[in-house]
């Protein structure tokens, strides 16, 4: 009971003052007699002096063990964990002494639990692999951080700790972490990307998981960070990859739209062009309906070149790869350049002899140097310079365009010192009918037929441009050692196109196949004309006489041009073919025409003059009078 623990330390005070009383009270009571003389106050004195000090006695042993508890407490708060008291007494101080150690053994495990506590946080702070900080809530300083944060930021830890949480985010992001930073509550999370820069100034982007903490004993936040740098440009990459693709299904869908209509409009197209070629020769120089008919064949041939265009954009235009002379093709486009920009941009031109040569089709160059000099007129209207060059690449040149080391190249430079264009407007110009221009003042087809051009010789193509400083386009291609080779001359007067050979003409397009005919039976040709496949076998059956030439379309209903003439040519061997086609490539290839054949092929549309010439070449090389030459 608290009454009996409490009663040793009261009995103790109690005997003392007992003690402290009694004597003298006992002396006094003897000496009462003796009063008078000196004997008695000194006896009192006496039992004073005994009582006194035998109640200091006493109280020296309680003392004592006092004493001993308040140097243990003091060694308990001086961090001596071990230290016990060693007071043993069954009174109040004894008991004193079992709380004090009981009360030692208490906060020595405690101290060990938080111990073990704050080895298990420093072990999964310190070894964590992630990037870890904790920021103070209210001056963003930097508090603590991990060695994962050290080895991924750069800084030493005491650097490190010196920073505010302010030092690791980009200029750019700063504004948004003002607006997003929120007000320090308890068991509060937040997440987000934000861009980071590290001690050498790289910029990384990092996910950042932030949340509210006490545990470094003031309000703050600890953050964990990863590295998404990586991840993002690959997510930029196949977002740009999707968007190439989207691209390439958009002329997909183009080339597929215009290989529908390529075969009947081809066919009007080539129909126009000779009946007014056959009409012209019959008209005086000076004849009003000859200057009508010159203006219907002009704008047959417009047409023709508005098909060619789109075709070649989507790469479904029937290409005719050459080795050419680069130098060649700018002198022979000086004067249309000089035309096309106008008489307020001065033209410069600047060809390298040692340039070498290159392969692919000079039509679709001469269309794509047009294009980019039309551009750059547009992109001077006060007028300025334009030049054209041709060089040869040098080492540091090709790393500098990223373009393949092991590879020689030569380029078609095209420069000019016109308003120039943004990093974003870069990013667009060789997209389907992308432009910057006024409405019906451009198509948007420029640039990305001169992307499909030189992508298809094997070329890259490169522009250079900053706003107020020109653009520098540069045309890339494998440079070849290879000779030009140039073809035979083929005299263009109709005496020299002129025959009397016997040509199988093979059409299914009524107008095509009349105005064919027609231009060939006026320069004297014997011309036998079949609607489909079947008509020209039992025509190659039935003809008694020698067929010089078969002139056969490659895509017509029942059998394809390449059946009919493998036939003819199996009832009639040796005799040489002649493809014409308004349709695709991808459409010719399907029906093995191009792909290891080596007969030749006469595009649509096609002028009555063209027809003859590549009639009369075909005759004269199966005739051993020319060297054979493949045209397509």
């Known amino acids: 009971m608290p009454s009996a623990r409490g009663f040793g330390l009261r009995a103790r005070l109690f005997i003392m003052v007992l003690v402290a009383t009694l004597p003298p009270t006992i002396v006094a009571w003897l000496v009462e007699p003796l ?9 009192i004195a006496a039992a004073m002096a005994f009582s006194f000090g035998l109640a200091f006695v ?18 308990l708060s001086a961090g001596m964990a071990g230290h016990r008291s060693q007071v043993r007494s069954s009174d109040e101080i004894g008991q004193l002494a079992v709380a004090l150690n009981h009360m030692a053994d208490t906060v020595e495990r405690r101290n060990a639990a938080l111990a073990d506590n704050e080895r298990r946080y420093r072990f999964l702070f310190d070894s964590n692999p992630l990037p870890m900080w904790a920021w103070d809530a209210e001056t963003t300083n ?28 980009d200029e750019s992001e700063r504004a948004r972490f003002g607006q997003a930073r929120l007000p320090f509550l308890e068991s509060r999370q937040a997440a987000g990307t934000w861009t980071h820069r590290t001690a050498s100034g790289e910029r990384v982007e990092m996910d950042v998981i932030t949340t509210s903490t006490r545990r470094l004993g003031r309000a703050s936040w600890l953050s964990v960070g990863i590295d998404v740098s990586a991840r993002r440009e690959a997510e930029r990459a196949l977002a740009r990859s999707e968007e190439q693709l989207r691209q390439s299904q958009k002329l997909e869908a183009i080339g597929t739209f215009a290989g529908g209509i390529a075969h009947d409009f081809n066919n009007l197209l080539t129909a126009m062009l000779g009946y007014c070629d056959l009409l012209l020769p019959q008209l005086a ?28 954009m989507s790469r479904r235009h029937v290409v005719q790869p050459t080795v050419f002379d680069p130098n060649d093709v700018v002198r022979g486009m000086h004067r249309l350049l000089r035309r096309v ?81 943004t990093e974003d407007v870069q990013a667009h110009i060789f997209e389907p ?18 992307y499909s051009m030189i992508d298809q010789a094997g070329g890259e193509i490169r522009v250079d441009s900053a706003p107020g400083e020109g653009t520098t386009m540069y045309l890339l291609l494998p440079r070849l050692s290879d000779a030009v080779v140039t073809l035979p001359p083929v005299e263009e007067y109709h ?11 093979v059409e299914d397009e009524d107008t095509v196949r009349s105005v064919a005919a027609a231009a060939l039976e006026r320069r004297g040709y014997r011309v036998l004309v079949a609607d489909h496949g079947e008509a020209a076998i039992a025509i190659s059956r039935e003809y008694p006489g020698v067929i010089h030439l078969l002139v056969s379309d490659v895509v017509m209903p029942g059998l394809h041009g390449r059946e009919v003439a493998d036939r003819v040519v199996r009832l009639r061997p040796g005799t040489p073919v002649l493809f014409i086609s308004g349709y695709t490539d991808d459409a010719l290839l399907e029906r093995g025409v191009l ?16 027809l003859a010439r590549r009639v009369r070449l075909a005759i004269d090389e199966s005739k051993g009078l020319r060297t054979p030459v493949t045209v397509s």
């Open 341 to 421: 920009i106008g008489e307020n941009i001065a033209l410069e031109c600047t060809l390298n002899e040692q340039v070498g040569t290159a392969r692919a089709d000079v039509g679709q160059l001469e269309q794509v140097l047009l294009n980019l000099a039309a551009n750059a007129r547009d992109a001077m209207p006060d007028g300025g310079r334009l030049s054209v060059d041709t060089l040869v690449l040098e080492p540091f040149d090709v790393r500098r365009l990223n373009l393949d080391p092991t590879q020689d190249w030569l380029c078609i430079r095209v420069r000019d010192t016109g308003i120039g264009m």
């Open 595 to 610: 792909e290891g054949d080596d007969r030749s092929l006469l595009p649509k549309p096609f002028t009555s003059l063209e």
């Open 142 to 169: 930097i508090l603590a951080v991990n060695e994962a944060a050290i080895d991924k930021y750069g800084y030493d830890r005491e650097r490190f700790l010196g920073l505010t949480i302010l030092d690791l985010i």
């Open 433 to 450: 009918f992308y432009t910057t221009k006024d409405e019906g003042k451009g198509s948007g087809l420029g640039l990305a037929l001169a």
């Open 285 to 312: 120089p000076d004849s009003a309906i000859r200057r009508d008919i010159g203006e219907v064949r002009a704008l047959a041939v417009r047409g023709t070149e508005l098909s060619q265009q789109i075709l070649s």
């Open 35 to 43: 009063r008078g003389g000196w004997t008695g106050p000194a006896l």
């Open 58 to 75: 006493l109280g020296s042993s309680m003392v004592q063990s006092v004493e001993a508890l308040i140097h243990d407490a003091q060694a």
């Open 495 to 505: 005496e020299q196109l002129a025959g009397t050979e016997t040509v199988l003409l």
